[in-house]
T-cell receptor, first 112, second 110 residues
Framework: NAGVTQTPKFQVLKTGQSMTLQCAQDMNHEYMSWYRQDPGMGLRLIHYSVGAGITDQGEVPNGYNVSRSTTEDFPLRLLSAAPSQTSVYFC???????????FGPGTRLTVL | QQPVQSPQAVILREGEDAVINCSSSKALYSVHWYRQKHGEAPVFLMILLKGGEQKGHDKISASFNEKKQQSSLYLTASQLSYSGTYFC???????????FGTGTQLKVEL
């Protein structure tokens, strides 16, 4: 099993550009989440999903969109990148009846 | 609202014990503990559900006081490998919508 995979590992964008951060898991997990991590702020939930076709907003959803068309994939779209979105982004997944949430390796995004 | 973790940072000698606290102003359904090493992803340690339970494995254990909405993580006989930042994540309902604290930096020295 590959676990939770994220691409790309690093990305530099210019203000106003859009892009999609990819996240996939091969553990058949129902729950998937996107977090951003900024220095001194801990992990903040952006969007999450409890199953295919179901998504909901987290703590800091503005400027981001998600969709969950399959159980495996949970892409995060930045609509119009801003410098405030410079951060490390983590995707995570967890099975409905299990305790352990697994994190992907992260994507380090810089917006100039 | 983020749970509050204390202390913000702690330095230990190998073999010493530490306690990390996590407090919330909301009624909690569960508390999740993670450890993150520099440049890596967070790693799940344990989850505690409301009911005031205590859990542990090896020399790391945790408790959850439902009345106080507070959880504590106990690290005993610390090892160098325990170094990292510890985060608590709290949930007010079932599912997986977590709110994380700002973390406690733990450094274990020889």
């Amino acid at each position: 099993n590959a676990g939770v995979t994220q691409t790309p590992k690093f990305q530099v964008l210019k203000t106003g550009q859009s892009m999609t951060l990819q996240c996939a898991q091969d553990m058949n997990h129902e729950y998937m989440s996107w977090y951003r991590q900024d220095p001194g702020m801990g992990l903040r939930l952006i969007h999450y999903s409890v199953g295919a076709g179901i998504t909901d907003q987290g703590e800091v959803p503005n400027g981001y969109n998600v969709s969950r068309s399959t159980t495996e994939d949970f892409p995060l779209r930045l609509l119009s990148a801003a410098p405030s979105q410079t951060s490390v982004y983590f995707c995570a997944s967890r099975g409905r009846h299990t305790d352990t949430q697994y994190f992907g390796p992260g994507t380090r995004l810089t917006v100039l | 609202q983020q749970p509050v973790q204390s202390p913000q940072a702690v330095i230990l000698r190998e073999g010493e014990d530490a306690v990390i606290n996590c407090s919330s102003s909301k009624a909690l359904y569960s508390v999740h503990w993670y450890r993150q090493k520099h440049g890596e992803a967070p790693v799940f340690l344990m989850i505690l559900l409301k009911g005031g339970e205590q859990k542990g494995h090896d020399k790391i254990s945790a408790s959850f006081n439902e009345k106080k909405q507070q959880s504590s993580l106990y690290l005993t006989a610390s090892q160098l490998s325990y170094s990292g930042t510890y985060f608590c994540g709290t949930a007010t309902g079932g599912g997986n919508k977590l709110t994380f604290g700002t973390g406690t930096q733990l450094k274990v020295e020889l």
